[in-house]
């Protein structure tokens, strides 16, 4: 019996052992392959601050290019309705105040 125990534990080791391996494996073919790559790849020179600001720029108005701006007429109606939903709740909430108001007073 210990020895089927003893004979199991050790078939985990080595399957234990065998994945370290493996994962060793696996981490020096990644790190092989970074360095091949960054030898077939030139390195790039560095850019200036303002090369950068200037490519930053040009990224930013081609995106604006591409939004869809609402219109002149949508513009306005959500504006009013805006509008329209502060005041409602202004005088909601101030016509709950003044009910607790009164409330308070009559207790006191």
């Not at 040009?58 to 007429?73: C, F, Y």
Request: net charge positive.
């Amino acid at each position: 019996m210990a020895e089927k125990v003893k004979a199991k534990q050790k078939k985990e080791l080595n399957l234990y052992k065998d994945e370290q391996v493996e994962k060793k494996d696996i981490k020096k073919e990644k790190i092989n392959n970074k360095k091949l790559q960054e030898e077939k790849e030139p390195k790039e020179e560095k850019k200036s601050l303002w090369y950068k600001f200037m490519n930053f720029c040009h990224g930013v108005k081609s995106e604006a290019k591409k939004v869809r701006w609402t219109s002149k007429e949508d513009m306005l109606k959500y504006s009013i309705a805006t509008i329209v939903f502060i005041i409602f709740c202004s005088i909601f909430f101030y016509g709950i105040d003044t009910v607790f108001a009164l409330i308070q007073s009559l207790f006191q």
